[in-house]
Protein backbone atom coordinates (compact mmCIF):
# COMPACT_ATOMS: atom_id res chain seq x y z
CA UNK A 1 0.00 0.00 0.00
CA UNK A 2 2.68 1.91 0.57
CA UNK A 3 4.70 1.41 -2.11
CA UNK A 4 1.60 2.39 -4.19
CA UNK A 5 1.29 5.69 -2.99
CA UNK A 6 5.04 6.76 -3.39
CA UNK A 7 4.86 5.53 -6.55
CA UNK A 8 1.25 7.82 -7.41
CA UNK A 9 3.55 10.60 -5.73
CA UNK A 10 6.46 10.45 -7.78
CA UNK A 11 3.95 9.46 -11.06
CA UNK A 12 2.08 13.29 -9.91
CA UNK A 13 5.07 15.07 -9.42
CA UNK A 14 6.34 14.16 -13.06
CA UNK A 15 3.47 15.12 -14.80
CA UNK A 16 3.64 18.43 -12.52
CA UNK A 17 6.95 18.90 -13.54
CA UNK A 18 6.07 18.05 -17.16
CA UNK A 19 3.34 20.83 -17.19
CA UNK A 20 5.29 23.67 -15.89
CA UNK A 21 8.33 22.78 -18.69
CA UNK A 22 5.08 23.34 -21.37
CA UNK A 23 4.11 26.54 -19.55
CA UNK A 24 7.64 27.94 -19.83
CA UNK A 25 8.38 26.87 -23.68
CA UNK A 26 4.64 28.38 -24.14
CA UNK A 27 5.63 31.35 -22.54
CA UNK A 28 9.18 32.25 -24.39
CA UNK A 29 6.97 31.20 -27.48
CA UNK A 30 4.58 33.71 -26.87
CA UNK A 31 6.95 36.33 -25.90
CA UNK A 32 9.01 35.87 -28.96
CA UNK A 33 6.13 36.22 -31.16
CA UNK A 34 5.16 39.24 -29.31
CA UNK A 35 8.44 40.66 -29.64
CA UNK A 36 8.63 40.19 -33.06
CA UNK A 37 8.27 43.33 -35.17
CA UNK A 38 6.18 44.26 -37.91
CA UNK A 39 7.09 46.88 -40.78
CA UNK A 40 4.79 49.15 -42.38
CA UNK A 41 5.89 50.99 -44.87
CA UNK A 42 3.58 54.00 -46.04
CA UNK A 43 5.35 55.02 -49.27
CA UNK A 44 3.77 58.45 -50.98
CA UNK A 45 3.24 59.17 -54.49
CA UNK A 46 5.65 61.89 -54.72
CA UNK A 47 9.53 61.44 -54.33
CA UNK A 48 9.20 62.38 -50.66
CA UNK A 49 11.30 60.14 -47.77
CA UNK A 50 9.39 56.97 -47.17
CA UNK A 51 7.53 56.38 -43.85
CA UNK A 52 8.64 53.41 -41.61
CA UNK A 53 6.83 52.10 -38.75
CA UNK A 54 7.92 49.44 -36.72
CA UNK A 55 5.59 47.79 -34.65
CA UNK A 56 5.41 44.40 -32.32
CA UNK A 57 3.00 42.02 -32.35
CA UNK A 58 1.77 42.54 -28.57
CA UNK A 59 1.40 46.58 -29.61
CA UNK A 60 -0.55 45.63 -32.52
CA UNK A 61 -2.64 43.45 -30.39
CA UNK A 62 -3.11 46.02 -27.70
CA UNK A 63 -4.68 48.16 -30.28
CA UNK A 64 -6.90 46.01 -31.87
CA UNK A 65 -8.02 44.96 -28.61
CA UNK A 66 -8.68 48.77 -27.92
CA UNK A 67 -10.52 49.27 -31.43
CA UNK A 68 -12.57 46.46 -30.94
CA UNK A 69 -13.92 47.83 -27.33
CA UNK A 70 -14.37 51.12 -28.71
CA UNK A 71 -16.62 49.90 -31.69
CA UNK A 72 -18.56 47.34 -29.16
CA UNK A 73 -19.05 50.28 -26.95
CA UNK A 74 -20.07 53.17 -30.28
CA UNK A 75 -22.49 50.32 -31.26
CA UNK A 76 -23.95 49.62 -27.38
CA UNK A 77 -24.18 53.27 -26.85
CA UNK A 78 -25.58 53.63 -30.44
CA UNK A 79 -27.94 50.87 -29.42
CA UNK A 80 -29.12 52.49 -26.10
CA UNK A 81 -29.10 55.65 -27.64
CA UNK A 82 -32.07 54.42 -30.18
CA UNK A 83 -33.74 52.87 -27.36
CA UNK A 84 -33.62 55.90 -25.00
CA UNK A 85 -34.98 58.43 -28.06
CA UNK A 86 -37.71 55.77 -28.69
CA UNK A 87 -38.83 56.05 -25.25
CA UNK A 88 -38.50 59.53 -24.98
CA UNK A 89 -40.85 59.36 -27.41
CA UNK A 90 -43.19 56.67 -26.24
CA UNK A 91 -43.22 59.41 -22.60
CA UNK A 92 -44.14 62.27 -24.50
CA UNK A 93 -47.44 60.22 -26.54
CA UNK A 94 -47.94 59.22 -23.08
CA UNK A 95 -47.66 62.47 -21.69
CA UNK A 96 -49.83 64.29 -24.35
CA UNK A 97 -52.81 61.67 -23.63
CA UNK A 98 -52.57 62.51 -19.71
CA UNK A 99 -52.81 66.29 -20.53
CA UNK A 100 -55.87 65.53 -22.40
CA UNK A 101 -57.25 63.32 -19.96
CA UNK A 102 -56.56 66.14 -17.54
CA UNK A 103 -57.81 68.87 -19.26
CA UNK A 104 -60.73 66.79 -19.63
CA UNK A 105 -61.01 66.40 -16.18
CA UNK A 106 -60.86 70.33 -15.25
CA UNK A 107 -63.53 70.90 -18.31
CA UNK A 108 -65.75 68.07 -16.31
CA UNK A 109 -64.94 69.27 -12.87
CA UNK A 110 -66.35 73.40 -14.09
CA UNK A 111 -68.71 71.90 -15.67
CA UNK A 112 -69.93 69.97 -12.83
CA UNK A 113 -69.55 73.20 -10.49
CA UNK A 114 -71.88 75.23 -12.72
CA UNK A 115 -74.51 72.57 -12.78
CA UNK A 116 -74.23 72.05 -8.97
CA UNK A 117 -75.02 76.19 -8.62
CA UNK A 118 -78.01 75.94 -10.29
CA UNK A 119 -78.45 72.77 -8.46
CA UNK A 120 -77.55 74.52 -5.31
CA UNK A 121 -79.83 77.59 -6.15
CA UNK A 122 -82.85 75.83 -6.90
CA UNK A 123 -82.75 73.57 -3.40
CA UNK A 124 -81.75 76.78 -1.48
CA UNK A 125 -84.67 78.18 -2.56
CA UNK A 126 -86.83 75.51 -2.10
CA UNK A 127 -85.59 75.20 1.50
CA UNK A 128 -85.99 78.80 2.14
CA UNK A 129 -89.46 78.21 1.25
CA UNK A 130 -90.33 75.63 2.71
CA UNK A 131 -88.30 76.01 6.18
CA UNK A 132 -87.55 79.85 6.19
CA UNK A 133 -84.00 79.11 6.25
CA UNK A 134 -80.71 78.93 4.12
CA UNK A 135 -78.55 75.92 5.19
CA UNK A 136 -76.02 76.35 2.77
CA UNK A 137 -74.26 79.16 4.74
CA UNK A 138 -73.08 76.31 7.43
CA UNK A 139 -71.26 73.91 4.83
CA UNK A 140 -67.42 73.67 6.13
CA UNK A 141 -65.40 73.34 3.73
CA UNK A 142 -62.51 70.87 3.85
CA UNK A 143 -59.13 72.98 4.95
CA UNK A 144 -56.63 72.60 2.01
CA UNK A 145 -53.17 72.07 3.62
CA UNK A 146 -49.73 72.94 1.69
CA UNK A 147 -46.75 71.30 2.51
CA UNK A 148 -44.06 73.57 3.40
CA UNK A 149 -40.73 72.68 2.16
CA UNK A 150 -38.07 75.89 1.15
CA UNK A 151 -36.21 73.67 -0.60
CA UNK A 152 -38.66 72.57 -2.92
CA UNK A 153 -37.23 73.31 -6.39
CA UNK A 154 -39.41 75.04 -9.48
CA UNK A 155 -39.83 71.64 -10.78
CA UNK A 156 -40.55 69.65 -7.74
CA UNK A 157 -43.67 72.62 -7.59
CA UNK A 158 -45.05 71.36 -10.98
CA UNK A 159 -44.91 68.09 -10.19
CA UNK A 160 -46.42 67.42 -6.45
CA UNK A 161 -48.51 70.42 -6.85
CA UNK A 162 -52.00 69.29 -6.22
CA UNK A 163 -54.37 70.95 -8.66
CA UNK A 164 -57.23 72.83 -7.21
CA UNK A 165 -59.75 71.33 -9.44
CA UNK A 166 -59.13 68.42 -6.64
CA UNK A 167 -60.32 70.76 -3.72
CA UNK A 168 -62.94 71.92 -5.81
CA UNK A 169 -64.25 68.18 -6.03
CA UNK A 170 -63.96 67.82 -2.23
CA UNK A 171 -66.26 70.74 -1.11
CA UNK A 172 -68.54 69.72 -4.09
CA UNK A 173 -68.97 65.75 -2.17
CA UNK A 174 -69.06 67.69 0.95
CA UNK A 175 -71.77 69.78 -0.04
CA UNK A 176 -73.99 66.59 -2.04
CA UNK A 177 -73.79 64.78 1.47
CA UNK A 178 -75.22 67.56 3.26
CA UNK A 179 -77.91 68.60 0.17
CA UNK A 180 -78.59 64.71 0.65
CA UNK A 181 -79.27 64.32 4.06
CA UNK A 182 -81.62 67.69 4.02
CA UNK A 183 -83.28 66.42 0.87
CA UNK A 184 -84.00 62.97 3.10
CA UNK A 185 -85.31 65.06 5.67
CA UNK A 186 -87.41 67.26 2.74
CA UNK A 187 -88.55 63.42 1.33
CA UNK A 188 -89.83 62.75 5.16
CA UNK A 189 -91.33 66.30 4.80
CA UNK A 190 -93.15 65.34 1.44
CA UNK A 191 -94.20 62.22 2.55
CA UNK A 192 -95.92 63.52 5.72
CA UNK A 193 -97.57 66.10 4.18
CA UNK A 194 -98.94 63.83 1.29
CA UNK A 195 -102.29 63.23 3.43
CA UNK A 196 -102.64 67.26 3.91
CA UNK A 197 -102.04 68.03 -0.19
CA UNK A 198 -104.36 65.47 -1.09
CA UNK A 199 -107.74 68.02 -0.47
CA UNK A 200 -105.59 70.98 -1.80
CA UNK A 201 -106.31 71.52 -5.53
CA UNK A 202 -102.90 70.84 -6.77
CA UNK A 203 -103.08 69.09 -10.33
CA UNK A 204 -104.58 70.14 -13.59
CA UNK A 205 -108.71 69.63 -14.41
CA UNK A 206 -108.43 67.77 -17.60
CA UNK A 207 -107.33 64.42 -18.03
CA UNK A 208 -103.77 63.79 -18.85
CA UNK A 209 -102.92 67.18 -18.39
CA UNK A 210 -104.21 68.17 -22.26
CA UNK A 211 -105.87 71.45 -22.92
CA UNK A 212 -104.89 74.83 -23.24
CA UNK A 213 -106.03 78.35 -21.47
CA UNK A 214 -107.76 80.54 -23.42
CA UNK A 215 -108.97 82.88 -20.52
CA UNK A 216 -107.39 83.75 -17.60
CA UNK A 217 -108.22 84.76 -14.52
CA UNK A 218 -109.03 88.51 -13.48
CA UNK A 219 -110.40 91.14 -15.44
CA UNK A 220 -111.44 90.01 -19.26
CA UNK A 221 -113.17 91.46 -22.28
CA UNK A 222 -116.79 89.49 -22.18
CA UNK A 223 -117.51 87.88 -25.13
CA UNK A 224 -120.88 88.28 -25.40
CA UNK A 225 -121.07 92.34 -24.01
CA UNK A 226 -117.79 93.18 -25.42
CA UNK A 227 -117.46 95.29 -21.90
CA UNK A 228 -114.45 94.34 -19.48
CA UNK A 229 -116.36 91.82 -16.21
CA UNK A 230 -114.16 89.73 -13.46
CA UNK A 231 -113.54 86.28 -14.53
CA UNK A 232 -113.23 83.90 -11.75
CA UNK A 233 -111.45 81.47 -13.36
CA UNK A 234 -109.83 80.05 -16.10
CA UNK A 235 -110.94 78.59 -19.24
CA UNK A 236 -109.97 75.76 -20.72
CA UNK A 237 -109.99 74.51 -24.36
CA UNK A 238 -109.84 71.15 -25.31
CA UNK A 239 -111.94 68.56 -27.40
CA UNK A 240 -115.61 67.66 -26.57
CA UNK A 241 -116.31 64.73 -24.59
CA UNK A 242 -112.72 65.12 -22.92
CA UNK A 243 -112.88 63.83 -18.88
CA UNK A 244 -112.81 66.25 -16.73
CA UNK A 245 -111.35 65.14 -12.77
CA UNK A 246 -111.48 66.40 -9.51
CA UNK A 247 -108.05 68.12 -8.21
CA UNK A 248 -107.96 67.01 -4.77
CA UNK A 249 -110.54 64.73 -2.42
CA UNK A 250 -113.53 66.53 -1.26
CA UNK A 251 -117.47 66.08 -1.29
CA UNK A 252 -119.63 66.81 -3.91
CA UNK A 253 -121.65 70.03 -2.82
CA UNK A 254 -123.44 70.46 -5.73
CA UNK A 255 -124.25 69.15 -9.20
CA UNK A 256 -126.78 70.65 -12.11
CA UNK A 257 -127.43 73.50 -13.98
CA UNK A 258 -126.13 76.89 -13.17
CA UNK A 259 -126.76 79.94 -15.02
CA UNK A 260 -124.12 81.01 -17.31
CA UNK A 261 -122.35 78.52 -15.65
CA UNK A 262 -124.21 75.72 -17.72
CA UNK A 263 -123.92 72.44 -15.95
CA UNK A 264 -121.80 71.99 -13.12
CA UNK A 265 -119.92 70.35 -10.54
CA UNK A 266 -119.07 71.96 -7.07
CA UNK A 267 -116.77 70.02 -4.46
CA UNK A 268 -116.05 70.93 -1.09
CA UNK A 269 -112.77 70.44 0.43
CA UNK A 270 -111.09 70.40 3.56
CA UNK A 271 -109.00 73.14 5.07
CA UNK A 272 -111.74 75.76 3.12
CA UNK A 273 -111.04 75.00 -0.45
CA UNK A 274 -113.41 74.94 -3.02
CA UNK A 275 -113.20 73.67 -6.96
CA UNK A 276 -116.08 74.81 -9.82
CA UNK A 277 -115.94 72.90 -13.05
CA UNK A 278 -118.33 74.60 -15.69
CA UNK A 279 -119.92 74.50 -18.96
CA UNK A 280 -119.84 70.19 -19.05
CA UNK A 281 -121.21 68.02 -21.29
CA UNK A 282 -122.31 65.41 -18.94
CA UNK A 283 -122.00 65.03 -15.00
CA UNK A 284 -120.97 61.40 -13.32
CA UNK A 285 -121.08 62.13 -10.38
CA UNK A 286 -123.97 63.01 -7.23
CA UNK A 287 -123.95 65.88 -4.50
CA UNK A 288 -123.04 63.97 -1.36
CA UNK A 289 -120.44 61.81 -2.74
CA UNK A 290 -116.68 61.74 -2.07
CA UNK A 291 -114.40 61.54 -4.54
CA UNK A 292 -110.33 61.91 -4.96
CA UNK A 293 -108.33 63.64 -6.79
CA UNK A 294 -107.55 62.41 -10.28
CA UNK A 295 -111.65 60.58 -10.15
CA UNK A 296 -113.28 61.70 -13.67
CA UNK A 297 -116.37 63.41 -12.62
CA UNK A 298 -117.49 64.85 -16.22
CA UNK A 299 -116.37 65.66 -19.47
CA UNK A 300 -115.61 68.80 -21.45
CA UNK A 301 -119.14 71.00 -23.47
CA UNK A 302 -120.38 73.84 -23.88
CA UNK A 303 -123.09 74.05 -21.99
CA UNK A 304 -124.24 77.55 -20.80
CA UNK A 305 -122.96 80.86 -21.48
CA UNK A 306 -120.50 79.67 -23.81
CA UNK A 307 -118.53 80.24 -27.22
CA UNK A 308 -117.06 77.02 -27.58
CA UNK A 309 -116.14 73.66 -26.05
CA UNK A 310 -114.03 74.27 -22.87
CA UNK A 311 -113.55 74.00 -19.02
CA UNK A 312 -114.84 77.01 -16.78
CA UNK A 313 -112.69 76.10 -13.81
CA UNK A 314 -113.05 77.82 -10.39
CA UNK A 315 -110.93 77.49 -6.92
CA UNK A 316 -112.43 79.45 -4.10
CA UNK A 317 -110.69 79.70 -0.36
CA UNK A 318 -113.88 80.46 1.99
CA UNK A 319 -116.06 82.83 -0.12
CA UNK A 320 -112.96 84.04 -2.30
CA UNK A 321 -112.26 83.39 -5.59
CA UNK A 322 -108.47 82.87 -5.63
CA UNK A 323 -106.38 82.41 -9.04
CA UNK A 324 -106.12 78.81 -9.98
CA UNK A 325 -102.79 79.08 -11.90
CA UNK A 326 -100.90 78.34 -8.51
CA UNK A 327 -102.62 75.38 -8.08
CA UNK A 328 -102.57 73.69 -11.60
CA UNK A 329 -99.34 71.77 -11.29
CA UNK A 330 -98.25 71.27 -7.74
CA UNK A 331 -96.36 67.95 -9.31
CA UNK A 332 -93.65 68.01 -6.26
CA UNK A 333 -96.72 66.18 -4.29
Known amino acids: MKSFFSKLLKELNLLWYDFKRWVKIKNSEIQKWGHEKLTVMLVPH ?50 EIKDQYINSFINNVNMLKDRFAGFRSDVNRIFSLATLQNFSENIEYPEVKEKEDSFRSSVDDVIYTKPKEIDELYKLRKEVEIYKIQM ?8 N ?15 DGGGHITSDFGSRRDPFMNSYKFHSGIDIAHWPGTPVIATADGVVSFTGWLGGYGRVVKITHKYGFTTVYGHLMSVYVSEGTYVRKGQVIGNIGMSGRATGYHLHYEVRIGTEFVDPTPYLSIRLF
Do not use: C, G
Not at 78 to 85: A, E, G, P, V
Not at 184 to 191: D, H, L, N, Y
Open 46 to 95: SEKRVVTIHISNFALLFILVIISIVVVTSIVAISNRKMTDQKVVRLEKQN
Open 184 to 191: QKFASFVE
Open 193 to 207: SKDVIKYIPSIWPVK
